[in-house]
């Protein structure tokens, strides 16, 4: 039967590319597959955007975060802070963006700096969404082989060629599309579950105060005093966490491209905020099930608790509710998945195609070779990304720490490129250079595998927030650098004359 539902999406979703592919008008302007012209209706891509952060990593994660003992609901910070980015990202950085009709977030810094540093700051992009892809293909594969017997692999390359063939087909509108039915997959399926999943912990009221007691100071969205105050103040990882989420959200080409194909710069704002609040709503599903979680009685129900955290919301789709319902949540996971790569894999691959392609062999938006291109980027893209999910083990520590390297050098690259006109390729380039590198001696601070001088200093100073002060080190250093090789520029220009 599980393998009958995964047949029913797979063709669901292809029948879907299919629909993109026809929306297509140009065989030759490559930005219909990139940005769909930008003629994608505000409701299409409104649901596009909302079903793209919802995906199957956003779901699992929040169920997995609030059921964990270790961290309990003061951890689960990504509903919020997410849905704050896209806040964030509409308020400040969609309407200029939309305005100078760039078609990818890397032609900002193209135009700023030249193809050179795009092509260099496409690194970070790539390696992101290659390792988010895979973290969320190994999942689905790792949940499904747990729990229904199924070989994981098999589940990880199956998904990914769905994928990469209707993105092929149709490009963003056939991801649009199939975010339409990812949306609506995850709406029914979870709504559906969760009065089941309540019912069986005694209703909400009983829930939440078997929760309160269960996790005690855990059980809240900001930690309390005493975070702030013992001698391990984990208040400021918080803090850290919380600002990664919520500004490393928002520089990555997933987001940009529904921006970017919106007719108009109104449009991308409305669409952004409007879409945070709609992942905030839709959130409050899997947190309420990864509760109920926490306060089952598994023995009445006949079956151990999970051995893992991460599989509790499948694993209470199958165990705690009817096997119909269970099916249909089965459905959402999987829906969720396959329309979370597919973003990924297109952004990846569009910003291949157009900045660095394009710029070094010379092609123009009309040439039918730019279209080949992208479609061959999202062929080897998405190959890749499934190589890694069934070769690395710690795909998922390794995608954690590309969000880091997103949010210390691509965040304050897009802030200063964005919003200071005098800012210059060297100092984006060397605060490129000092971000990676203070990133990269925290990272093996942290590894366990560090000299004893790095270990000491993590020990002493590890719960201040590094990855937002090595992110204000990085912009602070681009902004002071532009300044002075501005200033000297003028100069030598005067003593020249």
């Known amino acids: 039967m599980t393998w009958l539902v995964l047949l029913v999406i797979s063709l669901a979703f292809l029948a879907v590319g299919f629909l993109g592919r026809r929306r297509i008008k140009s065989r ?33 994660g929040t169920a997995e975060a609030v059921y964990d003992p270790g961290r309990g609901l003061v951890w689960c910070q990504a509903p919020w802070c997410y849905a704050l980015s896209l806040v964030v990202g509409g308020l400040l950085f969609a309407g200029p963006m939309r305005r100078r009709e760039y078609r990818t977030m890397l032609d900002l810094f193209d135009d700023r700096y030249g193809k050179r540093m795009a092509s260099f700051l496409y690194l970070p992009a790539l390696v992101g969404d290659l ?59 979870l709504s559906i579950a969760l009065p089941f999943v309540i019912h069986q912990c005694g209703g909400l009221t009983e829930m939440w105060r078997d929760y309160q007691a269960v996790y005690g100071t855990k059980a809240r969205l900001i930690p309390d005093a005493n975070a702030w105050t013992q001698p391990d103040p984990w208040g400021w990882q918080w803090v850290d966490a919380a600002l990664l989420l919520i500004c490393g959200g928002i520089p990555w080409q997933v987001y940009f491209q529904r921006v970017l194909a919106t007719a108009n710069a109104r449009s991308a704002q409305v669409m952004s905020v409007t879409a945070g609040l709609a992942c905030l709503l839709v959130a409050l599903i899997p947190m309420l099930i990864g509760m109920g979680g926490a306060c089952l009685d598994w023995n009445a129900l006949a079956v151990e608790e999970p051995s893992d955290a991460a599989i509790i919301l499948p694993y209470l789709l199958r165990h705690g509710v009817p096997s119909v319902v269970s099916l249909i949540g089965l459905t959402a996971i999987a829906a969720a998945v396959m329309s979370s ?125 590094w990855k937002t002060l090595i992110m204000l080190v990085s912009l602070a250093t681009i902004a002071v650098v532009s300044q002075v090789t501005q200033e000297t520029g003028k100069q030598r220009g005067t003593d020249e004359s």
């Open 341 to 465: 790569v597919d973003s990924s894999i297109l952004s990846s691959a569009s910003m291949f195609a157009w900045n660095v392609y394009r710029p070094w062999i010379g092609h123009n938006k009309q040439d039918a070779r730019l279209q080949l291109v992208l479609r061959v980027a999202i062929v080897v893209i998405g190959a890749v990304a499934a190589t890694l999910a069934l070769r690395v083990d710690s795909v998922y520590q390794l995608w954690y720490f590309c969000a880091d390297l997103v949010y210390v050098v691509l965040f304050p690259q897009l802030v200063i490129a964005l919003f200071y006109q005098r800012s210059t390729a060297v100092a984006a380039a060397l605060g490129a250079a000092l971000a990676l590198s203070l990133r990269g001696v925290m990272y093996v601070a942290e590894s366990g595998f560090a000299p004893a001088s790095l270990e000491a200093l993590n020990e002493a100073v590890g719960w201040l927030p």
């Open 131 to 189: 390792f988010w892809t895979a973290a969320i293909l190994s999942a689905l594969g790792a949940t499904l082989g747990t729990l229904f017997g199924i070989d994981p692999a098999l589940v990880v390359l199956v998904a990914a060629t769905v994928v990469v063939t209707y993105t092929v087909m149709g490009g963003l509108w056939s991801v649009a599309f199939s975010d339409v039915l990812q949306f609506v997959c995850i709406c029914v399926g």
């Open 28 to 60: 030759s302007d490559v930005t219909e597959l990139m940005i769909a012209n930008r003629h994608l209706p505000l409701g299409l891509a409104w649901i596009s955007l909302a079903a793209t952060w919802i995906g199957g990593g956003y779901v699992n």
